[in-house]
């Protein structure tokens, strides 16, 4: 599975990242190196292996059901870039 | 009187309490050391104030306690904090410039912990952009310089990475003890390439609260120090259960201080063969060799292991870690902390905002991981890694019903020139070939130098345990720290 310019492009807009056309060059050369190395686990017959998500706790404990932090809007949206009233702020996504 | 900043954490804990020395004499003393070494740029941001204050804190509790004892098992000890760790207040970076300015309004567990246990805080240790990277060369404040060099070559050298930071601080006698975190060998590896312990212990072992998420399923804190004793002082200030991370292991802290001195007699520690590569250096098979003499030598029996999915753990990881980065990294958006770069539209904000925050080496990871997530490569790649990492995990687990400790070299290679390796990711992939399988199967892994290289360089030894056996782990470290008789000093330091 190659990599191209127009590869790059996409996954580059799924990941909201802007790239100018002489990086999505560079990238499409380093992703398609990269993912032709790791493409040698296809060699590796894994039928039957169940997949490891993680180590540890296979279920995951529950907490009780209780509010245990909050109520400090101002804490919370101290190191906004922009806030408004306890809120945070971004451009206008409404007409 | 000894320089300070020249003792072990144990010592100056001793000294302490004999009353030789104040933490405030300790903690200025290094504080001096910091300004006097600033070219390693080991520290994005020093925090003197909060240094005294803790400080002094620490003597009145010491003062009040009269001598008996009951005071934090790092009291006064004056520690640096990987800038990957959020404290309350003070600039957390992450080494990216996606977090200017972030001050966390709350502080991480693990460094809840290490204050509780009355540790001081020197600063703030840089690091790879989002502990993404083994050199520290992908810092947006610069790269670290390693305090060793080679006989006669003043070429800067990195620190390892991605606790590179923590390592030439602890190295370069600029911080006591050091934590760091560990995704696929970011504290051993600079341990190494530093001359001193790193451990990763196992994962659940430290709480991830408060750490800036790269791999969630990997990423682990651990301490950086400079002997197996004050690492297992500070694993054990660092580690416990935590209710706030719910992959939190929730048994028992042993007391990691007096379980190291068993020794290794009866242990049986595996040589898995599949770590001898065609291209390991001669000088870091021979060092391998080494240990397993000194092991023998100390009653250990040698058994030989096979792990034979090794080749696999690297491209196996270069699609977890990059998947679990993209998805973590999510949250960098301009909206509720850090950088924005302001945009016609909220998604351009969006876009403009990654673009200018992210380095090139966190780009290339997220794209990875976006890609092997996305729909039509989900099991193609990524489920193929998840499969790959069952046999890894599986793989230890068959070497654990027979031996009670691994033991192999840390790095393919010592500390090398800044300029080495940048222009090709696979090659500077390679230094965590050793490293990252410890990471897939959540094992704990301890780095100890061992060794010289012929230029001069320290090489270390990794010892790798079952989960939730530190305590093996560091005896078998204290083994070969006590055979190995390491005392060589960086340059400059001697």
């Known amino acids: ?95 | 009187m000894t320089e300070l900043t020249t003792l072990t954490v144990a010592a100056a804990l001793r000294g302490l309490e004999a009353g030789d020395f104040t933490s405030v004499e300790l903690t200025d003393a290094h504080l001096r050391a910091i300004e006097a070494r600033r070219a390693l740029n080991a520290y994005i941001t020093e925090t003197p104030e909060c240094a005294r204050e803790q400080a002094a804190k620490s003597d009145a509790r010491r003062r009040k306690s009269g001598g008996k004892g009951k005071v934090g098992a790092m009291e006064g000890i004056p520690v640096a904090i990987k800038d990957l760790f959020c404290t309350e207040g003070t600039l957390t970076t992450a080494g990216s410039h996606i977090l200017d300015k972030f001050a966390p309004p709350y502080e991480s567990t693990v460094t809840t912990n290490l204050w509780r246990a009355g540790a001081v805080m020197l600063g703030k240790s840089n690091l790879d952009e989002f502990a993404m990277g083994s050199s520290n060369l992908t810092s947006y404040y610069g790269p670290v310089v390693n305090p060793w060099q080679r006989k006669g070559d003043p070429t800067p050298l990195v620190p390892g990475g991605s606790s590179g930071g923590s390592a030439a601080a602890v190295a370069a006698r600029i911080a006591m003890a050091a934590t760091g975190t560990d995704t696929g060998g970011s504290i051993r590896q600079p341990a190494s390439f530093c001359g001193i312990v790193g451990m990763k212990p196992t994962y659940g072992r430290c709480s991830r609260w408060g750490i800036v998420a790269f791999a969630s399923s990997l990423d682990q804190a651990g301490p950086l120090a400079r002997s197996v004793e004050d690492a297992a002082i500070m694993l054990g200030a660092m580690a416990g259960h935590d209710p706030k991370d719910s992959t939190s292991a929730n048994i028992p802290l042993p007391d990691f201080r007096t379980a190291i001195a068993g020794g290794v007699r009866g242990l049986k520690i595996g040589i898995p063969k599949e770590y001898r590569s065609d291209g390991m250096p001669a000088e870091i098979e021979t060092l391998w060799q080494q240990g397993r003499d000194w092991l023998k030598d100390e009653g250990a029996e040698i058994v030989d292991i096979s792990l034979p999915h090794t080749k696999y753990a690297l491209p196996t990881y270069y699609i977890i870690a990059p998947a679990e980065a993209s998805s973590n990294l999510a949250r960098y958006d301009g909206v509720r902390f850090g950088l924005r770069v302001e945009g016609k539209s909220l998604n351009d904000m969006y876009e403009l905002t990654r673009a200018a925050g992210f380095g090139a080496e966190v780009k290339r990871r997220v794209l990875i991981g976006t890609y092997v997530l996305s729909a039509g490569y989900y099991d193609a790649y990524y489920l193929k890694a998840q499969k790959l990492r069952a046999l890894i995990a599986r793989d230890f687990t068959e070497a654990f019903e027979r031996v009670d400790a691994i033991l192999t070299p840390t790095a393919p290679n010592a500390a090398f020139a800044a300029d080495a390796k940048m222009d090709d990711p696979i090659q500077m992939y390679l230094n965590d070939v050793f490293t990252v399988p410890v990471n897939l199967a959540g094992l704990p892994g301890l780095s100890l130098p061992a060794g010289l290289s012929a230029e001069g360089l320290p090489l270390g030894l990794q010892v790798i345990g079952r989960a939730f056996d530190e305590a093996t782990v560091l005896r078998v470290g204290q083994s070969i720290e006590r055979a190995a008789g390491f005392t060589a000093l960086p340059g400059g330091l001697a």
């Open chain 1, 1 to 95: 599975m190659a990599i191209d310019r127009k590869t790059v492009a996409h996954i580059a807009t799924l990941a909201r990242i802007r790239l100018a056309p002489e990086e999505q060059d560079a990238l499409a050369r380093e992703l398609d190196t990269i993912l032709h190395w790791v493409e040698q686990l296809g060699e590796v017959d894994t039928a039957g292996i169940q997949p490891m998500a993680g180590v540890g706790n296979v279920t995951l404990r529950q907490r009780p059901d209780a509010v245990t932090d909050g109520g400090y809007p101002e804490k919370v949206v101290r190191n906004a870039p922009a806030a408004a009233a306890g809120f945070f702020a971004v451009p206008k996504v409404v007409e």
